[in-house]
């Protein structure tokens, strides 16, 4: 079955950066891209960016594109999502997604992991 | 950028009754319209995309409607599983960001 695990929770500091990772499993990794959301704690969903597998494309928001990157290691069918700078209002769950391309709904979501930024 | 607004802000039913969610986008995405529904400590899971079609292994109670700006999820005869928060998303152009959503509550 198609499945997206994700690394586990993270703690911390302002300034400092997280890499979060997410494995997929079930599907051909290369044919499908990933995207991430992340959301704040009682708030919505934030879409961040997204991830071709197949040829490493990216496409991020607006308001993350300087503190974001997002990559895949097709050898591990790992995608990884690095956020840099971390501030206090980055404390989220993120979570990753599959999607059929750089704009599209995702059918299959990781568990989450949570991020917490604190001094 | 595409706005969505999604109302109410929370519904208050009975087990047993229809829900009627409404999202509406600021400017037209076509079919490109997707709803989620999040329980509390899940990740969402997508019901619907393209407006109406059903995700596999959503259960038909759940109907999506709409296109262009206007876009309705119906859920009838509301199960205690079903109570949760539903967001929409647009994806007929990037960024494709989510509406705030809409939580249905048991009254």
């Known amino acids: 079955q198609i499945q997206l695990v994700q690394s586990g929770a993270e703690v911390k500091k302002p300034g400092a950066s997280v890499k979060v990772s997410c494995k997929a499993s079930?599907?051909?990794?290369?044919?499908?891209?990933i995207t991430w959301v992340r959301q704040a704690p009682g708030q919505g969903l934030e879409w961040m960016g997204w991830?071709?597998?197949?040829?490493?494309?990216?496409n991020y928001a607006q308001k993350l594109q300087d503190r974001v990157t997002m990559t895949t290691d097709t050898s591990t069918n790992t995608a990884y999502m690095e956020l840099r700078s971390l501030r206090s209002d980055d404390t989220a769950v993120y979570y990753c997604a599959r999607v059929n391309g750089a704009v599209s709904a995702a059918n299959y979501w990781g568990q989450g992991t949570l991020v917490t930024v604190s001094s | 950028e595409i706005v969505l607004t999604q109302s109410p802000g929370t519904l208050s039913l009975s087990p047993g009754e229809r829900a009627t969610l409404s999202c509406r986008a600021s400017q037209s995405v076509g079919s490109y319209l997707a709803w989620y529904q999040q329980k509390p400590g899940q990740a969402p899971r997508l019901l619907i995309y393209?407006?109406?079609g059903r995700a596999p292994g959503i259960p038909d109670r759940f109907s999506g409607s709409g296109s262009g700006t206007d876009f309705t999820l119906t859920i009838d005869r509301l199960e205690p599983e079903d109570f949760a928060v539903y967001y929409c998303q647009q994806y007929g152009s990037s960024p494709p960001d989510f509406g705030p959503g809409t939580k249905v509550d048991i009254k």
């Open positions: 991830i071709s597998a197949y040829n490493g494309n990216s």
């Open positions: 393209g407006a109406s």
């Open positions: 079930g599907y051909t990794f290369t044919t499908f891209g």
